[in-house]
């Protein structure tokens, strides 16, 4: 990968946010190109479905709160985006809470597939977030997680913070196609044994896949 690809996927959000977003919404877009075409047999798969939603959330999150480097995860980050930012600032319901680990992994193996791919191994990043799955889930539903943005999207308080604001400003330029993360996604819901049993589907079939 071209050293001018790696420096533009370092952005830094209090410098040019214009620029941020523009990366950001880039990446995203090659990212949803990539999973239709990695999954063009499976039109209501969870990285199909969720994964542009999931992954837009991830970079702004790096972008905004982390070092700005969009190439750079480790397993402390990913665990970091799932148990700490998700439940403050995403708003989710229970199809996008079931789809996260699986667009999380799939994230991993397109920054690896396209060379962009720093920090740790590419399989111990790949399972960080099943790792925490059930974490991931009981955080969610905890209030006491919610930031104050969160709380008034679903009507608790009437005031936001700078940090919340900060996010919203940011969330406000999603790709064509991409729900900001304010707003909750509506789907149908299935019984937990058939959940377990996609989710483990889906590891194996990833796995076997990427042999």
């Excluded at 001018?4 to 830094?12: G, K, M």
């Excluded at 996260?100 to 191994?121: H, I, K, N, Q, W």
């Excluded at 959940?195 to 990833?206: F, I, L, T, Y």
Aim: hydrophobic share 35%; charged share 30%.
């Amino acid at each position: 990968m071209p050293v001018s690809e790696l420096a533009r996927l370092v952005v830094d959000y209090t410098d040019d946010i214009d620029r941020c977003i523009r990366v950001i919404a880039e990446l995203t877009e090659e990212y949803e190109r990539y999973v239709e075409s990695e999954h063009a047999v499976c039109p209501g798969c969870p990285v199909v479905r969720s994964g542009p939603f999931v992954v837009y959330s991830m970079l702004e999150w790096k972008a905004i709160y982390g070092n700005g480097r969009l190439d750079h995860w480790t397993v402390g980050d990913i665990h970091a985006y799932l148990l700490e930012h998700f439940p403050r600032k995403v708003s989710a319901d229970r199809q996008l809470l079931r789809d996260t680990p699986t667009c999380v992994r799939d994230f991993v193996y397109f920054m690896s597939d396209r060379g962009t791919l720093a920090g740790e191994d590419s399989g111990v990043l790949a399972d960080a977030a099943e790792e925490v799955f059930d974490e991931f889930l009981a955080a969610n539903r905890d209030r006491r997680n919610w930031g104050l943005a969160k709380q008034v999207l679903r009507g608790g308080v009437a005031s936001m913070d700078e940090d919340d604001d900060r996010y919203v400003h940011l969330a406000t330029s999603l790709p064509e196609g991409v729900e900001p993360p304010h707003v909750t996604a509506r789907s149908g819901g299935q019984g937990a044994a058939a959940r377990r049993g996609k989710r483990k589907a889906a590891r194996v079939a990833r796995k076997r896949n990427r042999r």
